[in-house]
């Protein structure tokens, strides 16, 4: 018997359970395989508030107040450093579309300002190569590590008294008279009056059979990481046109993203100490591709030995906007899901939505534009996902 179970130990559900366990409530965490075995920990892990769709600015602000502090909160290293994002125009047709950028934005209140010449942007940064013509920076964006944050909040969640359960997959929500009783795993069967769907991509596999879908698609995402190197780059960087982004870890490493790519539909496993995980491997082709465009940009990245390389899936809604919504149509049934490329950042937000949603409470911040109602008329994609960090 728990008070609520929450499927998948990302950064969603993963601060989730931390939250719901902080507010006293009797917590499992399951996951399939483990804490950040998926997008979270496959993620360029960008805090970043710029560039971000209106709905989704005031979450991105708060969730980067919340970062400041998250690991005294958590009493467990995030790694976050607050150094700012880059975005780059590489040609004279890539300007105009970082100047309305800024323009937006900065109508919006956000902090983001034009460095309208080459200097400009060493000045800042160095690494950046000399034929960048223009980039809006963002001085109070940054990144974290994504698998030491996870797993912050996993051990913040567990003396706050959850019961973790990894390696357990989630093959059912049982219903009864239109409200959640019960979650059945393929090891057992949990007593419960709430649930919250955090697992990703694979959502909607338990969605289904309650007659609910969240519209996805799922594109992929190559992902190289050098060997540490001397520091050079303080700040994420991403590119006008999202084909490529990166930057470089607290441990000298480069973690560089590719633009959004077709998926193969390979979904293999690797094993690990912790047990086996998923994993999705790049194209040769695509991995060249990377190593071109973000060399481009950042030389530097381009001269480092590569030590590891995997893929990313995103769950791309039609808005690129997520599900986070308790009104889905079953009594109990929370679902955070469909993050679209961006839900890392909005991670330390999600939980404490998805807490006040459980409780009962008001939302602290406006979820309508969150509701999964919204596809009941139109599930037209009209955005593509965006990586900029
Ligand atoms: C390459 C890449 C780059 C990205 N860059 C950024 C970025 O710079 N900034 C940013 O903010 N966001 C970024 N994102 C997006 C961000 O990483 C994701 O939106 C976020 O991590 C999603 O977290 P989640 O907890 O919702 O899902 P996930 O991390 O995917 O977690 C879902 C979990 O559910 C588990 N699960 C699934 N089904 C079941 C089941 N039936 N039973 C039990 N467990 C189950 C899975 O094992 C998984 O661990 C990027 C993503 C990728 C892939």
Redesign the pocket.
């Known amino acids: 018997m728990a008070d609520v179970v929450i ?7 993963a601060s989730s359970a931390y939250e719901l366990a902080k507010a006293g409530l009797d917590v499992v965490l ?4 483990g804490p950040a ?4 920990g ?5 805090v ?1 508030q710029s560039g971000r769709h209106p709905a989704e600015l005031p979450l991105a602000r708060a969730a980067v107040e919340i970062w400041s502090s998250l690991a005294e909160e958590l009493d467990s290293p995030t790694y976050y450093r607050r150094g700012g994002n880059l975005r780059l125009a590489r040609t004279p047709e890539e300007v105009p579309v970082i100047e309305a950028i800024v323009a937006d934005q900065t109508a919006a209140g956000l902090d983001l300002r034009l460095l309208s010449s080459n200097r400009d942007i060493r000045e800042i940064a160095p690494a950046i190569a000399e034929h960048v013509l223009t980039a809006s920076f963002c001085p109070t964006d940054g990144s974290a590590d994504p698998t030491s944050t996870v797993m912050g909040f996993v051990k913040a969640a567990e003396r706050a008294g959850a019961k973790t359960r990894f390696g357990e ?2 093959t059912d929500i049982e219903v009864e008279n239109g409200r959640v009783v019960a979650v059945v795993t393929d090891k057992g069967r949990i007593a419960t009056p709430r649930v919250v769907v ?5 959502g909607n ?2 969605l289904k059979p309650l007659g609910i879908t969240v519209p996805l698609q799922i594109p992929m ?1 190559t ?1 190289l990481r050098s060997v540490p190197i001397d520091a050079v780059l303080e700040q994420v960087i991403g590119v006008a046109n999202a084909d490529c982004a990166g930057r470089q870890e607290y441990n000298g490493r480069f973690r560089v ?1 590719s633009g959004l790519q077709d998926w193969h539909g390979g979904l293999g496993e690797r094993q690990t100490e912790a047990g086996p995980r998923p994993r999705v491997l790049p194209t040769g082709h695509s991995m060249a591709e990377v190593v071109a465009l973000f060399g481009d940009v950042v030389p530097a990245f381009a001269a480092a030995q590569i030590e590891d390389y995997w893929a ?3 769950d791309l809604t039609p808005d690129a906007l997520p599900v986070i919504d308790g009104d889905v149509g079953i009594e109990g049934l929370v679902v955070t ?1 469909g ?1 679209s ?6 991670g330390p937000v999600t939980g404490r939505l998805v807490s006040d949603i459980v409780q009962g409470k008001p939302p602290r911040f406006a979820i309508e534009p969150f509701k999964y109602s919204r596809f009941h008329n139109s599930r037209a994609f009209t955005e593509g996902a965006t ?1 900029h ?1």
Do not use: N, P, Q
């Open positions: 499927i998948g130990a990302g950064i969603s559900g399951l996951d399939r395989f075995a998926m997008a979270s496959w993620t360029l892990a960008g970043r997959r989630v955090a697992a990703g991509i694979f596999e338990v995402v992902v993203t990313g899936l995103i899901m993050f490329g961006h839900g890392f950042c909005l990586l960090g």
